[in-house]
């Protein structure tokens, strides 16, 4: 996993245009969440406003005429993503298999369905199911799909 994530980060794009699109974005968001808990806090500044505000202003402010001070919060920002992303990944593979597909599959097997048909049939000479002929028309063949 850290062998994939240091792949990932030494495969950033850490130019000087990204790295002023990261100071732009992140900025503006901040900025953006600054404002709005202003906004519900009948706009009365708070503490939560002045940091929001404030982190905000420097990331647009350094975005725009100092981009390349922004390299190490860049890595650093990516690399939590990244770690995030590897986590929620899992979280949500494993939520989806154990609320949808285990149920499924519990539920079929009661109700004693084998949708693969995979029982052995010891009196078969073939497990070969014959194919209707498709005819090859060549409007068929001009669409796959």
């Known amino acids: 996993m850290l062998r994939i994530l240091r792949l990932e980060l030494e495969a950033l ?8 699109s990261f100071g ?6 901040l900025l953006l ?12 500044p708070g503490t939560a406003v002045y940091i929001l505000g404030s982190a905000g202003g420097i990331l647009v402010l350094l975005g725009t005429l100092a981009p390349q001070w922004l390299r190490t919060l860049y890595i650093g920002w990516m690399a939590l993503a990244l770690l995030l992303g590897f986590v929620m990944t899992r979280v949500l ?4 298999y154990v609320l949808l597909v285990l149920p499924i599959g519990l539920l079929l097997r009661g109700f004693g369905k084998d949708l693969l048909d995979r029982s052995l049939d ?3 000479s073939t497990y070969w199911r014959p194919r209707e002929p498709i005819d090859d028309d060549p409007e068929r063949l001009e669409r796959y799909y």
């Open 93 to 96: 593979l494993t939520l989806v």
């Open 122 to 124: 010891p009196d078969a």
């Open 33 to 44: 969440i600054g404002a709005f808990v202003w906004w519900r806090q009948a706009w009365t």
């Open 13 to 20: 794009d850490t130019g000087r245009s990204a790295l002023r």
């Open 24 to 29: 732009w974005l992140v900025g503006a968001v």
